[in-house]
Nanobody, 115 residues
Framework: QVQLVESGGGLVQPGGSLRLSCLAS????????MGWYRQAPGKQRELVAR???????NYADSVKGRFTISRDNAKNMMYLQMNSLKPEDTAVYYC?????????WGQGTQVTVSS
């Protein structure tokens, strides 16, 4: 059974910061590259940040320089530090494997950037 539990979302003003957390299955974290995805209303879900098992990271152009992905396999956790948030970052954020097409999704965590 895959475990994916996202938390840390909320309402924040433009320019603010949030840190998202993801509790994931140990097997998933140990074997897969992991990613943070987001889905805004009326839009397709997109991968915004990815981290390999070795710790290499890459980001969508829209979040590069503002978001930082990290993982702590010992705690079965993955994180997304989001700084300089913009209204267009408003979305439901999900964590999942980035090594294959995800099949199961957690409930996600809502991030709303608004004044």
């Amino acid at each position: 059974q895959v475990q994916l539990v996202e938390s840390g979302g909320g309402l924040v003003q433009p320019g603010g910061s949030l840190r998202l957390s993801c509790l994931a299955s140990a097997r998933l974290l140990a074997n897969d590259a992991m990613g943070w995805y987001r889905q805004a209303p009326g839009k397709q879900r997109e991968l915004v940040a990815r981290i390999t098992t070795g710790g290499s990271t890459n980001y969508a152009d829209s979040v590069k320089g503002r978001f930082t992905i990290s993982r702590d396999n010992a705690k079965n956790m993955m994180y997304l530090q989001m700084n300089s948030l913009k209204p267009e970052d408003t979305a439901v954020y999900y964590c999942n494997t980035a090594s294959r097409v995800p099949v199961y999704w957690g409930q996600g965590t809502q991030v709303t950037v608004s004044s």
